[in-house]
T-cell receptor, first 115, second 110 residues
Framework: DAGITQSPRHKVTETGTPVTLRCHQTENHRYMYWYRQDPGHGLRLIHYSYGVKDTDKGEVSDGYSVSRSKTEDFLLTLESATSSQTSVYFC??????????????FGSGTRLTVV | SQQGEEDPQALSIQEGENATMNCSYKTSINNLQWYRQNSGRGLVHLILIRSNEREKHSGRLRVTLDTSKKSSSLLITASRAADTASYFCATQGGSEKLVFGKGMKLTVNP
């Protein structure tokens, strides 16, 4: 998707290992988000960022941490991966806050399997 | 927790027919958005309707919003096989966060 890339696209990891997913944008958007998508649950917000070093928790933040040291990069870390974190992870960006009525642009996703 | 709930959860139609998808939500909103997701891909923003709007059009898409009933509908006219995808409604309230429904699957048969 234009302006936003996620890496890796696929990853298999073992239970208990740390995993970091990367989201990179070239749009200079202020807001960045991490969602996970699971069958029967739709998309659920994990963490989001409203600026460099400014992050906050979403709906399902337990077991995850994030960092944003540059405008263009938003990292999601699974500190000790568990099988329940097997999912498809999506990064999204938006230009303005809710009152600005802007849509999100999504990355192509990272499929993570924890074995 | 999900804010929007799409209905029906799955819809199968023939090419050329119209497809209508409904979304209900629970709390007050600033806007409601519809997204499409093709298999194995990220979500793509389709259309946004603000809380003070009742209807909006974009190409073959028509979205309505009834804030008194806390509901929205997405109509795709003259559907094509390429419209086969999952569709999500999402609501945006006072914060910048979008809250998504679980999605519904549309199949358009050629």
């Amino acid at each position: 998707d234009a302006g936003i890339t996620q890496s890796p696209r696929h990853k298999v990891t073992e239970t208990g290992t740390p995993v970091t997913l990367r989201c990179h944008q070239t749009e200079n958007h202020r807001y960045m988000y991490w969602y996970r998508q699971d069958p029967g649950h739709g998309l659920r917000l994990i963490h989001y960022s409203y600026g460099v070093k400014d992050t906050d928790k979403g709906e399902v933040s337990d077991g995850y941490s994030v960092s944003r040291s540059k405008t263009e990069d938003f990292l999601l870390t699974l500190e000790s991966a568990t099988s329940s974190q097997t999912s498809v992870y999506f990064c999204a960006i938006s230009e303005r806050a809710g009152n600005g009525n802007y849509g999100y642009t999504f990355g192509s996703g990272t499929r993570l399997t924890v074995v | 927790s999900q804010q929007g709930e799409e209905d029906p959860q799955a819809l199968s139609i023939q090419e050329g027919e119209n497809a209508t998808m409904n979304c209900s939500y629970k709390t007050s909103i600033n806007n409601l958005q519809w997204y499409r997701q093709n298999s194995g891909r990220g979500l793509v923003h389709l259309i946004l309707i603000r809380s003070n709007e009742r209807e909006k059009h974009s190409g073959r898409l028509r979205v309505t919003l009834d804030t008194s009933k806390k509901s929205s509908s997405l109509l795709i006219t003259a559907s094509r096989a390429a419209d086969t995808a999952s569709y999500f409604c999402a609501t945006q309230g006072g914060s910048e966060k979008l809250v998504f429904g679980k999605g519904m699957k549309l199949t358009v048969n050629p």
